[in-house]
């Protein structure tokens, strides 16, 4: 399977670390550090969109990197992260968005996305956990995605 790079996605999306929307996006994934579960989201909608749609990810406060549990997690899948800084969110990029989804981690109060039609997906946070666990998450949040993007084709055409 033709796995998209995070590079290629990223220039698309968010500038990594700056704050700056740089297109609009479909789907704006959202946690706290924006190192684990949006992350994942964010790859997996964009390799499984295959161009249709795209996906960004933000944090209310993002991490220097991705956790290193999830970056193996999703390298044994063919879609390594970059090493690279998390995106802090901001208003503009959540209301540019056709859907905002929090990954469970109660960052509504914190977001300025909570004006917005802001999507719950609870998920248990990877950080930390074995692999078998993250393998876990990271599948569960496949599925989320397959579904997110069908209903995306059901009413965008």
């Known amino acids: 399977?033709?796995?998209r790079s995070q590079?290629?996605?990223r220039a698309l999306n968010l500038s990594r670390g700056s704050g700056?929307?740089?297109t609009r996006s479909a789907v704006?994934?959202?946690?706290?550090a924006n190192a684990g579960r949006s992350r994942m989201a964010?790859?997996?909608?964009?390799?499984l969109a295959?161009?249709?749609?795209?996906?960004?990810?933000?944090?209310?406060?993002p991490a220097r990197r991705p956790h290193p549990e999830v970056a193996a997690a999703m390298a044994e899948i063919?879609?390594?992260?970059?090493?690279?800084p998390g995106t802090l969110i901001t208003a503009e990029a959540a209301e540019s968005a056709l859907r905002v989804i929090s990954m469970g981690c109660?960052?509504?109060?914190a977001c300025p996305a909570a004006t917005m039609n802001l999507q719950e997906w609870e998920l248990d946070d990877p950080k930390g956990r074995s692999p078998q666990e993250v393998a876990r998450i990271r599948d569960e949040i496949e599925t989320k995605v397959r579904n997110l993007i069908a209903a995306l084709d059901r009413e965008l055409g």
């Open 20 to 22: 700056q929307s740089a």
């Open 106 to 109: 109660n960052v509504r109060d």
């Open 7 to 9: 590079n290629e996605s």
């Open 42 to 47: 964010e790859a997996l909608f964009n390799d």
């Open 28 to 32: 704006l994934f959202v946690c706290v």
């Open 50 to 61: 295959r161009g249709r749609y795209l996906a960004a990810s933000a944090g209310t406060r």
């Open 78 to 84: 063919g879609l390594p992260l970059e090493d690279l």
């Open 1 to 3: 399977m033709h796995r």
